[in-house]
Antibody, heavy 120, light 107 residues
Framework: QVQLVESGGGVVQPGGSLRLSCAASGFTFSSYGMHWVRQAPGKGLEWVAFIRYDGSNKYYADSVKGRFTISRDNSKNTLYLQMNSLRAEDTAVYYC?????????????WGQGTLVTVSS | EIVMTQSPATLSVSPGERATLSCRASQSVSSNLAWYQQKPGQAPRLLIYGASTRATGIPARFSGSGSGTEFTLTISSLQSEDFALYYCQQYNNWPYSFGQGTKLEIK
């Protein structure tokens, strides 16, 4: 069965950096696009970033463009989110989510999320 | 960016009754619309994609309809486990975007 396990969350000061990881199993990771989605405490869902199956194209929400970088290592079945210049408003649970095909579309499987807290 | 607007923000319905949730897009998203359910402390779960196709394992009491800018999620006979938050999402244009959510609560 599909499993997505996020890690790397924690407390970081404003202006700091953090790298999230998402370990995938139960499917052919290299054949599917992958997303990051976040949810601030008590708020709704916000799509953050997407990467195609082979890493050839990446898309970002305007709120994180230029600060966050999505990447993947298909040899390790792992998705990453490098987050730089963090702000208080980046505080959220970050979910990785699988796309149903190579080039995008909705999220058919989700991880359980990892909490990122940006605070001094 | 396409703005997704869900209504109502909160819907109070009795078990066994029908619930109708709405989602409107600021511009056409064709049929590239998904619905998700989220319960407290859990990750979202895919219910509907392509505006009207149920995801694997989703009961037949969940149905989706609409295209273009107006969409509806209908739950035909509410069960206790259906009381939760529901989000719509467009995946027609980058950046993808979610609605703000509808909370379905027990009346």
């Amino acid at each position: 069965q599909v499993q997505l396990v996020e890690s790397g969350g924690g407390v970081v000061q404003p202006g700091g950096s953090l790298r999230l990881s998402c370990a995938a199993s139960g499917f052919t990771f290299s054949s599917y696009g992958m997303h990051w989605v976040r949810q601030a405490p008590g708020k709704g869902l916000e799509w953050v970033a997407f990467i195609r199956y082979d890493g050839s194209n990446k898309y970002y929400a305007d709120s994180v463009k230029g600060r966050f970088t999505i990447s993947r290592d298909n040899s390790k079945n792992t998705l990453y989110l490098q987050m730089n210049s963090l702000r208080a408003e980046d505080t959220a649970v970050y979910y990785c989510a699988k796309a149903p095909r190579r080039y995008g579309d909705y999220h058919d499987y989700w991880g359980q999320g990892t909490l990122v807290t940006v605070s001094s | 960016e396409i703005v997704m607007t869900q209504s109502p923000a909160t819907l109070s319905v009795s078990p066994g009754e029908r619930a109708t949730l709405s989602c409107r897009a600021s511009q056409s998203v064709s049929s590239n619309l998904a619905w998700y359910q989220q319960k407290p402390g859990q990750a979202p779960r895919l219910l509907i994609y392509g505006a009207s196709t149920r995801a694997t394992g989703i009961p037949a009491r969940f149905s989706g309809s609409g295209s273009g800018t107006e969409f509806t999620l209908t739950i035909s006979s509410l069960q206790s486990e259906d009381f939760a938050l529901y989000y719509c999402q467009q995946y027609n244009n980058w950046p993808y975007s979610f609605g703000q959510g509808t909370k379905l609560e027990i009346k």
